[in-house]
């Protein structure tokens, strides 16, 4: 049973660039989640994917966006990258939306220089 | 909005000695609870969670947390700690209902001595 995958697992980018994050839910999980962790930082929830549409979303300026497929993939963008982008950004996948019983992905670590 | 609170940054034990980690919360009612466990360069995993029922959870890895509504408090807890438990723990809320937006405290850096 494969878990949550994400992909690239590191990257590095300029200023000013855009981003985009890769993640394949746990099998039989329809619910998607993002979360950025800086250096020393507990996770920050970014937003919520169910049904292809942004359920709830965090404190994070419209330059982060995502996306959900119909196979419950999704992907997270972020458009004019700054330095404090920098974090691992990390997927977890639900079985329910409304449950908050996450499993995580390791993550990818960007780097913005 | 919903909250979490772990006053400890990092703690030392000696291997085989009982641990407990602290947790508070703030929401308005009783939330979900959880607490999660994140090795180095690693993503995060589940260990336990408290929905309702019984106020003692037992989890994986021989962990437990105790619900403590008066308190507004989740403490993890261990009663003889192994080296390979050395790691960074995570506790975090969720409302209850609804599209779920987990809240994760800061962490909690547990550092395991022979």
């Known amino acids: 049973d494969a878990g949550v995958t994400q992909s690239p697992t590191h990257l590095i980018k300029t200023r000013g660039q855009q981003v985009t994050l890769r993640c394949s839910p746990k099998?039989?999980?329809?619910?998607v989640s993002w979360y950025q962790q800086a250096l020393g930082q507990g996770p920050q929830f970014i937003f919520q994917y169910y049904e292809e549409e942004e359920r709830q979303r965090g404190n994070f300026p419209d330059r982060f966006s995502g996306h959900q497929f119909p196979n419950y993939s999704s992907e997270l963008n972020v458009n004019a990258l700054l330095l404090g982008d920098s974090a691992l950004y990390l997927c977890?996948?639900?079985?329910?939306?409304?449950?908050?019983?996450?499993?995580f992905g390791e993550g990818s670590r960007l780097t913005v220089l | 909005a919903q909250s979490v609170t772990q006053p400890d940054i990092h703690i030392t034990v000696s291997e085989g000695a009982s641990l407990e980690l602290r947790c508070n919360y703030s929401?308005?009612?009783?939330?979900?609870l959880f607490w999660y466990v994140q090795s180095p360069g690693q993503g995060l995993q589940l260990l336990l969670k408290?929905?309702?029922?019984?106020?003692l959870v037992q989890g994986i890895k021989g962990f437990e947390a105790e619900f403590k509504r008066s308190q507004s408090s989740f403490n993890l807890r261990k009663p003889s700690v192994h080296w390979s438990d050395a790691a960074e723990y995570f506790c975090a809320v969720g409302a209850r209902g609804g599209y779920q937006k987990v809240t994760f405290g800061t962490g909690t850096k547990l550092q395991v001595i022979p």
């Open positions: 408290y929905f309702s029922g019984d106020t």
């Open positions: 929401y308005g009612a009783t939330p979900y």
């Open positions: 099998s039989g999980h329809d619910t």
């Open positions: 977890a996948s639900s079985p329910r939306p409304e449950t908050g019983e996450l499993f």
